[in-house]
């Protein structure tokens, strides 16, 4: 895998396809973002990457302060704007009630169907999926973002329910953003 990892070091997505570049989610950056587990830009700890490379996949603490009180709902998105793709590989989408200050460790696993926090699908699969970059790719960076939003996402999407429509199917119906953060971390193997 180092080889593969080492043949695709350039090949990175980037920052352009972020979730936090759609218009729909343009907003001030008035909220503040952050997680004991690591700071900005620092390394996110081996526990919280996924467990193909090791680590345990626990979803790490987040706190957030600034909402808007005419908040509808928050949408979390994470991305590795360095996946060895064309877009970001999305690692968890979760709405989550405006009324939570944040979310413990190991809250954004998939059981979280109903109630404050609903996660939803990711690129491959349903809730959190730790950092697991390609051995020898170099660094990547995980973005979290956080969005307050205008209005709630509707229960489903183009006939599909919102727990079960895929990422960009949900990005593209969410909007407008009223504020946002984000909290960027690494991880390398």
């Known amino acids: 895998m180092a080889i593969l990892g080492t043949l695709l070091k350039n090949r990175r997505a980037g920052e352009a396809q ?10 001030p950056q008035t909220l503040a973002l952050t997680s004991t587990a690591f700071g900005e830009g620092e390394a ?8 193909r490379v090791g680590g345990d996949n626990l979803s790490p603490d987040l706190a957030w302060t600034g909402v808007p009180d005419d908040t509808a709902r928050l949408l979390l998105v994470i991305e590795d704007a360095d996946s060895p793709s ?3 590989f999305v ?3 979760a709405v989550i009630d405006p009324s939570r200050p944040g979310v413990s460790p190991g809250e954004l696993a998939a059981t979280g169907a109903s109630g404050p926090v609903q996660v ?6 349903t809730g959190y999926l730790g950092p697991g970059p390609l ?6 960076r995980y973005v979290f973002q956080l969005f307050a939003l205008a209005a709630d996402l509707p229960a489903e ?8 429509a895929r990422p960009a199917t949900v990005l593209a119906a969410a909007g407008p953003a009223l504020a946002r953060a984000r909290l960027t971390g690494s991880y390398e193997r």
């Open 135 to 140: 051995k020898g790719h170099g660094a990547h």
């Open 44 to 51: 996110i700890p081996a526990r919280h990457a996924g467990r």
């Open 157 to 164: 999407l183009g006939g599909t329910a919102l727990r079960e």
């Open 86 to 88: 064309s877009r970001p």
């Open 120 to 125: 939803l699908k990711s690129t491959a699969g």
């Open 91 to 93: 690692h968890c989408v």
């Open 18 to 27: 972020l979730a936090w570049n759609l218009p729909g989610l343009a907003a």
